[in-house]
């Protein structure tokens, strides 16, 4: 397995099957190879269970078929594995070799330790590679085939990560780009005796965001790019402008303080309310 593979972990609920449909259209569009990962927990189940891995390999060959029908005919190298151990500690050792990890938002797994949901979390905060959890608005969860790429940009180099991956997955899908950048006053000191200078706070955010996409938009010229700044609640911003968004894409954790755009808390927040899929770029701060 090597960087250009895009790795797809499965637990046979519905929501990992939206997420082998995504990780299979991207690879398709990346011409990445796509690995369908299951793990497999046998602590979780009993010694005369012995269906176990037919049942789990029943789920990889459904994902593969599913895969393949889902880009139309189009030639996709297709790996997949069953491999021992829990869905976190699996996916995060893919993680190490791979593009990306993709998972849905939840899963119908047999333990707690088979939710693909309760691994969104792990997986997010320590993979080695981004993660995409997938997620839709439409009744069936269905995630967006359309709209731009948002990123969310507070300044520090995990916000750089984020602006990395948002500018190569806008240029990938030939989407626009929307930047954005959310300051609060809430964030400055409410009893500070100095009056403070709004409009002067707000040119220096504008600054913040301008400084964050240097270089890039030469790096893409193919890529349209528009950029939001906000005084309000990062999440409350990200999540209004996923409901057009085909995907939304943040950092791991940020600064915090008076620029703290990229927080633990907005990215986990994001993965649990998007209304389209969140990739969470892994950057140092």
């Not at 731009?148 to 750089?160: E, K």
């Not at 220096?204 to 890039?216: I, M, N, P, T």
């Not at 193919?222 to 911003?237: G, I, T």
Request: charged share 20%; with cysteine; net charge negative.
């Amino acid at each position: 397995m090597s960087s250009s593979t895009i790795v797809v972990g499965i637990d046979g609920s519905e929501a990992s099957d939206l997420a082998v449909v995504w990780a299979a259209q991207t690879a398709s569009n990346r011409d990445c190879t796509l690995r369908i990962v299951a793990a497999v927990d046998l602590r979780s189940y009993l010694p005369e269970d012995n269906d176990v891995r037919a049942v789990f390999g029943s789920r990889l060959v459904a994902a593969e078929t599913l895969a393949r029908e889902s880009i139309e005919g189009s030639a996709l190298s297709v790996v997949t594995e069953a491999r021992d151990g829990t869905v976190v500690d699996v996916l995060l050792s893919e993680s190490e070799n791979s593009a990306l990890v993709v998972l849905g938002a939840r899963g119908l797994g047999e333990s707690d330790s088979g939710l693909l949901g309760s691994a969104a979390i792990a997986l997010t905060a320590h993979a080695s590679s981004p993660v995409v959890v997938v997620r839709g608005r439409s009744i069936d969860g269905r995630p967006p085939t359309t709209g731009p790429v948002v990123v969310g940009v507070d300044g520090s180099a995990v916000g750089q990560a984020a602006v990395a991956a948002a500018f190569d997955e806008a240029s990938h899908r030939g989407a626009p780009l929307v930047a954005v950048h959310v300051w609060a006053d809430v964030a400055l000191a409410p009893m500070s005796a100095v009056p403070l200078q709004w409009d002067d706070i707000a040119s220096s955010e504008e600054a913040v965001l301008a400084e964050s996409l240097a270089g890039w938009q030469e790096k893409y010229p193919d890529v349209e790019v528009r950029r939001v700044v906000a005084q309000d609640r990062p999440v409350r911003v990200l999540a209004q402008l996923s409901e057009q968004a085909s995907l939304i894409v943040v950092g791991n954790r940020g600064r915090g303080g008076f620029r703290g755009m990229l927080l633990g808390s907005t990215s986990y927040a994001l993965i649990h309310t998007a209304d389209c899929p969140v990739l969470v770029a892994r950057g140092e701060s």
